[in-house]
């Protein structure tokens, strides 16, 4: 018998859980579009679906995975966050995708920023990588406000990669990146200091 | 909470049982052969990895799915068995696959039995049919064998195939 239990995070907007049936039309949604070019996409109806359930194995398999981002008061979703690892992988990654509708208002930040400190606290990681598309600035962006650095030195998963190193279990600890990051995610909580001027996930 | 389960089954000779991480070298050598041509392949290790959790997930979101299933003795990790329902599916399948080295054994008969048979009494498949493409002689033989008619022609993600009706399992 092999069961599985996701943890659910809980941040100021958002409950991360895992990903169930029912919240698969979104995720299919945005797989079909031009939205996940950088994600391996766009998918047929078939890839799209057994994505979706890999999502779920992975967390069978690896122990960790990525989470629906559900908002807090409404239950709907906005994308998804968490850990990554693939059979090429060449290190744990921190991944996530958002919505095309949901994007703007800082959920992949507080999402990411919350899964990462589960991975660090909870699990004991040491430390994690983002492989982004050269080509997608949104992403790099928000590594950048993650406190994420460009890692020339490190293996990619195939070469069309770039890889952004996050700061350590022991770097984040109490840092001045987390406490900016954390006044960030609390101004897009409260709509007066709304960051404006760029592209935002 | 998500959670699921993955029922373990017990036959003479085989533990039919979730997918695991340790099966994923034996999975890229049988994705990288010539045997995997008439089920999907070939594939490479990440196309391995995904098919791999996959068929975790499938559980998750059908309530069935799976199993793989390896030999009693020894542990090793034979083949998969069990039922296949996404997208392009009409209708829920029973699916099958052996390695090399367990071949002409009777496995995957074994497997597709013990399947079948679970499947009918505990999720009410009792009436379910297998695709097999054309050229998959040893396939046909062994669903035939199984009590399992041709029952029409058919097309599977853009390849022709062949639709075998298995016997309906009697569930009470």
Same mark, same amino acid.
Request: overall charge negative.
């Given at each position: 018998?092999?069961?599985?239990?996701?943890?659910?995070?809980?941040?100021?907007?958002?409950?991360?859980?895992?990903?169930?049936?029912?919240?698969?039309?979104?995720?299919?949604?945005?797989?079909?579009?031009?939205?996940?070019?950088?994600?391996?996409?766009?998918?047929?109806?078939?890839?799209?679906?057994?994505?979706?359930?890999?999502?779920?194995?992975?967390?069978?398999?690896?122990?960790?995975?990525?989470?629906?981002?559900?908002?807090?008061?409404?239950?709907?979703?906005?994308?998804?966050?968490?850990?990554?690892?693939?059979?090429?992988?060449?290190?744990?990654?921190?991944?996530?995708?958002?919505?095309?509708?949901?994007?703007?208002?800082?959920?992949?930040?507080?999402?990411?920023?919350?899964?990462?400190?589960?991975?660090?606290?909870?699990?004991?990681?040491?430390?994690?990588?983002?492989?982004?598309?050269?080509?997608?600035?949104?992403?790099?962006?928000?590594?950048?406000?993650?406190?994420?650095?460009?890692?020339?030195?490190?293996?990619?998963?195939?070469?069309?990669?770039?890889?952004?190193?996050?700061?350590?279990?022991?770097?984040?600890?109490?840092?001045?990146?987390?406490?900016?990051?954390?006044?960030?995610?609390?101004?897009?909580?409260?709509?007066?200091?709304?960051?404006?001027?760029?592209?935002?996930? | 909470?998500?959670?699921?389960?993955?029922?373990?089954?017990?036959?003479?000779?085989?533990?039919?049982?979730?997918?695991?991480?340790?099966?994923?070298?034996?999975?890229?050598?049988?994705?990288?052969?010539?045997? /995997?041509?008439? =089920?999907?392949?070939? +594939? *490479?290790?990440? @196309?391995?990895?995904?098919? %791999?959790?996959?068929?975790?997930?499938?559980?998750?979101?059908?309530?069935?799915?799976?199993?793989?299933?390896?030999?009693?003795?020894?542990?090793?990790?034979?083949?998969?068995?069990?039922?296949?329902?996404?997208?392009?599916?009409?209708?829920?399948?029973?699916?099958?696959?052996?390695?090399?080295?367990?071949?002409?054994?009777?496995?995957? /008969?074994?497997? =597709?039995?013990?399947? +079948? *048979?679970?499947? @009918?009494?505990?999720?009410? %498949?009792?009436?379910?049919?297998?695709?097999?493409?054309?050229?998959?002689?040893?396939?046909?033989?062994?669903?035939?064998?199984?009590?399992?008619?041709?029952?029409?022609?058919?097309?599977?993600?853009?390849?022709?195939?062949?639709?075998?009706?298995?016997?309906?399992?009697?569930?009470?």
């Amino acid at each position: 018998m092999a069961t599985k239990n996701i943890p659910i995070l809980e941040t100021k907007r958002l409950v991360l859980r895992g990903p169930d049936a029912e919240d698969y039309a979104a995720f299919k949604a945005t797989f079909a579009s031009y939205r996940s070019r950088f994600m391996g996409g766009p998918l047929n109806p078939y890839e799209t679906w057994m994505l979706y359930a890999a999502e779920i194995g992975h967390w069978t398999i690896r122990g960790y995975g990525m989470w629906m981002i559900h908002d807090k008061e409404t239950d709907e979703t906005y994308g998804m966050a968490g850990g990554w690892m693939p059979a090429a992988w060449p290190e744990k990654e921190i991944a996530w995708i958002i919505w095309p509708s949901a994007v703007g208002h800082g959920y992949a930040l507080e999402a990411a920023h919350a899964a990462r400190k589960y991975f660090y606290n909870e699990l004991g990681w040491d430390g994690a990588v983002s492989y982004l598309d050269p080509k997608n600035l949104d992403s790099i962006r928000l590594a950048e406000r993650l406190g994420a650095v460009k890692d020339k030195e490190a293996a990619s998963v195939d070469g069309n990669d770039v890889v952004y190193r996050h700061p350590s279990a022991e770097q984040l600890a109490n840092s001045q990146i987390n406490d900016g990051i954390e006044m960030e995610i609390s101004h897009y909580a409260d709509p007066l200091f709304k960051p404006k001027g760029y592209a935002l996930d | 909470m998500t959670s699921f389960a993955i029922p373990t089954v017990e036959t003479d000779r085989l533990i039919l049982r979730a997918p695991k991480l340790s099966d994923l070298p034996r999975m890229e050598a049988f994705f990288a052969s010539k045997r /995997s041509a008439y =089920v999907g392949g070939p +594939r *490479d290790a990440m @196309a391995c990895f995904t098919s %791999l959790t996959s068929r975790i997930g499938h559980w998750a979101v059908r309530g069935f799915g799976l199993w793989h299933f390896e030999d009693k003795t020894t542990g090793t990790f034979m083949g998969w068995a069990g039922i296949i329902d996404a997208p392009g599916w009409h209708e829920p399948e029973l699916g099958w696959s052996v390695m090399e080295d367990g071949e002409g054994k009777g496995y995957a /008969s074994e497997a =597709v039995l013990a399947a +079948r *048979d679970y499947v @009918a009494r505990h999720f009410g %498949l009792g009436h379910l049919m297998s695709y097999i493409a054309p050229a998959n002689d040893r396939s046909i033989t062994m669903a035939k064998r199984l009590g399992a008619e041709f029952e029409r022609e058919h097309s599977l993600m853009g390849k022709s195939c062949h639709i075998y009706r298995h016997p309906k399992v009697e569930t009470v």
